[in-house]
T-cell receptor
Framework: KNEVEQSPQNLTAQEGEFITINCSYS?????LHWLQQHPGGGIVSLFM???GKKKHGRLIATINIQEKHSSLHITASHPRDSAVYIC?????????????FGKGTKLSVKP | EPEVTQTPSHQVTQMGQEVILRCVPI?????FYWYRQILGQKVEFLVS????????KSEIFDDQFSVERPDGSNFTLKIRSTKLEDSAMYFC????????????????FGPGTRLLVL
């Protein structure tokens, strides 16, 4: 069964710290998404990657296709970054939208 | 900025009743999706919809579920004869069609409908 594993499950950081969240998957994918779920439940798409690296503000996402691994980095973390960060992939052969989700990493940034 | 909207935000229903969850995708998007998230668990894919038909559905999306695009703007998920285990947050999402240079497009999620079956 194709799985998406995220680590750590929970992460507590002090404001200003550099944060890394990891995602690994088992077989070839056509795309990987990083999503942010707010405490109220709403989901926001942060990045969609199929190779390399993307940057948006203080967020950086990288993917290593050979190692089947992706990381989400947050620089100069802030309490408003507190949320659950979810990795989701579409495996080769899956139709668009059929994403397999990780369990998420719950991030809490303390002031 | 355009956004996906969902109604209602919360719905409480009795077991065995039918519910319809409504979504208005972003207007120029052509792909539509439903996902669900049982409390404390990961998000799960239910169904994708394109060109007025289902393009893929998961094992969860059995005969109890149906989707429809009744007009040019709404996209609905109907759950017939709800069960206790249908209690979850249901998310609608939409995306533009993938271009020839891309296999995937960013999905935009609605705020979700929290369904509670009693």
């Amino acid at each position: 069964k194709n799985e998406v594993e995220q680590s750590p499950q929970n992460l507590t950081a002090q404001e200003g710290e550099f944060i890394t969240i990891n995602c690994s998957y088992s077989v070839g994918i056509s795309a990987l998404h990083w999503l942010q779920q707010h405490p109220g439940g709403g989901i926001v798409s942060l990045f969609m990657l199929s190779s390399g690296k993307k940057k948006h503000g203080r967020l950086i996402a990288t993917i290593n296709i050979q190692e089947k691994h992706s990381s989400l980095h947050i620089t100069a973390s802030h309490p408003r970054d507190s949320a659950v960060y979810i990795c989701a992939v579409r495996y080769y052969g899956g139709s668009q939208g059929n994403l397999i989700f990780g369990k998420g990493t719950k991030l809490s940034v303390k002031p | 900025e355009p956004e996906v909207t969902q109604t209602p935000s919360h719905q409480v229903t009795q077991m065995g009743q039918e519910v319809i969850l409504r979504c208005v995708p972003i207007s120029n998007h052509l792909y539509f999706y439903w996902y669900r998230q049982i409390l404390g668990q990961k998000v799960e894919f239910l169904v994708s919809f394109y060109n007025n038909e289902i393009s893929e559905k998961s094992e969860i999306f059995d005969d109890q579920f149906s989707v429809e695009r009744p007009d040019g703007s709404n996209f609905t998920l109907k759950i017939r004869s709800t069960k206790l285990e249908d209690s979850a947050m249901y998310f609608c999402a939409s995306s533009e069609p993938a271009g020839t240079a891309a296999l995937e497009e960013t999905q935009y999620f609605g705020p979700g409908t929290r369904l509670l079956v009693l």
